[in-house]
């Protein structure tokens, strides 16, 4: 079964409509307040308020990305939402199938949606169903997605509204957030939560059929946003230090299964601050391969200083010969990798708003972006 899905690009409710003028009038002037003084009226490239293109024109977080059937799907906490800058609401679908150009499906769960979602987790298909596995109300909870695109159900097939009965992953140790599953080449799977929690996950996939365990890594402290992979033979779990503009990620490996043993390389730490190119706390992201080139690339959030206002960027992945991660330079000039050419080219995204301005100007300054976020809802 392909899992390729129709298309819906993201409508608001008509009670908003309104508003519609006098949120565009508003928008607008915010968007040329938003721009330098002296490109007030256009906005270029060379207009950025900073050196880095993110990958998608949102301010969002905790990204995972995930190929299927040719289609790049990212799945995104959103930042921002509602009326203040640190307001965090429902996550976001955004897909692509060239990693060039990108395409808006809105929200996965509805707008009014009181439950709090953070980090999505890769969707799991079992049968004929799609399992995935966010936070919610700060517990990993299982559930359904209609299609890949959303929206999410519960695990009776009903839509969720608020008022749905959930039941959260039966975590006992660690802490029970930010989840993601790995499946491994005979077809088991795994889950790895913040903390360093992992367990083999049950048939079922809302339980677990063995003991859950911490991953005894080398550097100890405050760990959330884990991901596990597997390349040649070899396991790799990565892991989170720090927390805000000090984020870090290390990692570790083993030769033997996704449970361990665990051996730290002697240069374990993948990523952290770079202030010469202003990318500041890499954190929480996602390991994907290009099925074309069997190239892999690393997803992640940079949280930015001063306030959450995060974004998200990716940078290419490279093994030495004895299969160890080489630390990854984070230049902040991945977006629009054309992975299956293996060249990097200047993003075009297409932007969700239908407005001219909008479309030029949700590319570039975290400003803008801001803005853009502010009244997103009001527009059609």
């Given at each position: 079964m392909r899992f390729q899905e129709s298309r819906r690009w993201f409508t608001t409710r008509s009670t908003r409509s309104f508003h519609r003028s006098l949120s565009l009038v508003s928008l607008t002037a915010c968007l040329i307040a938003s721009l330098p003084a002296h490109s007030q009226g256009q906005v270029s490239p060379s207009s950025q308020t900073s050196p880095q293109?993110?990958?998608?024109?949102?301010?969002?977080?905790?990204?995972?990305?995930?190929e299927i059937d040719n289609i790049f799907y990212c799945y995104a906490t959103t930042d921002g939402y509602g009326s203040t800058p640190i307001g965090y609401g429902p996550g976001v679908i955004w897909t692509s199938q060239d990693f060039v150009s990108?395409?808006?499906?809105?929200?996965?769960?509805?707008?009014?949606?009181?439950?709090?979602?953070?980090?999505?987790?890769?969707?799991?298909?079992?049968?004929?169903?799609?399992?995935?596995?966010?936070?919610?109300?700060?517990?990993?909870?299982?559930?359904?997605?209609?299609?890949?695109?959303?929206?999410?159900?519960?695990?009776?097939?009903?839509?969720?509204?608020?008022?749905?009965?959930?039941?959260?992953?039966?975590i006992t140790v660690a802490k029970s957030i930010d989840a993601e599953v790995f499946t491994d080449d005979d077809g088991e799977r795994y889950m790895v939560w913040a903390q360093r929690g992992i367990s083999h996950l049950g048939k079922d996939l809302v339980s677990f059929d063995g003991p859950q365990k911490v991953v005894a890594t080398k550097r100890q402290g405050y760990s959330e946003?884990?991901?596990?992979?597997?390349?040649?033979?070899?396991?790799?779990?990565?892991?989170?230090?720090?927390?805000?503009?000090?984020?870090?990620?290390?990692?570790m490996m083993s030769r033997v299964s996704p449970l361990g043993p665990w051996t730290a390389p002697e240069d374990d730490v993948l990523m952290k601050t770079n202030h010469a190119n202003k990318i500041y706390g890499p954190g929480h992201g996602s390991v994907f391969r290009d099925s074309k080139t069997d190239k892999w690339y690393f997803a992640y959030l940079?949280?930015?200083?001063?306030?959450?206002?995060?974004?998200?960027?990716?940078?290419?992945?490279?093994?030495?010969?004895?299969?160890?991660?080489?630390?990854?330079?984070?230049?902040?000039?991945?977006?629009?990798?054309?992975?299956?050419?293996g060249r990097r080219e200047k993003s075009e995204h297409r932007c969700p708003y239908n407005s001219l301005v909008l479309q030029t100007a949700c590319q570039y300054s975290r400003e803008v972006r801001s803005c853009v976020r502010t009244h997103r809802n009001l527009l059609a």
């Open positions: 293109r993110p990958l998608i024109p949102d301010m969002i977080a905790d990204p995972t990305i995930t990108w395409s808006f499906h809105g929200l996965i769960m509805p707008e009014d949606q009181k439950d709090k979602y953070v980090a999505p987790s890769t969707p799991v298909r079992k049968s004929e169903k799609l399992y995935l596995f966010p936070t919610i109300n700060h517990q990993v909870t299982p559930v359904l997605m209609k299609t890949l695109q959303g929206p999410l159900l519960d695990l009776t097939g009903q839509s969720l509204d608020g008022n749905n009965t959930l039941t959260a992953m039966p946003g884990p991901f596990l992979f597997k390349r040649a033979g070899i396991y790799y779990y990565l892991y989170t230090l720090g927390a805000y503009e000090n984020y870090e990620y290390a990692y940079e949280y930015g200083r001063g306030g959450a206002s995060r974004q998200v960027f990716v940078e290419e992945i490279h093994f030495n010969p004895n299969d160890m991660i080489h630390p990854l330079a984070l230049t902040g000039s991945s977006v629009g990798a054309s992975l299956s050419t």
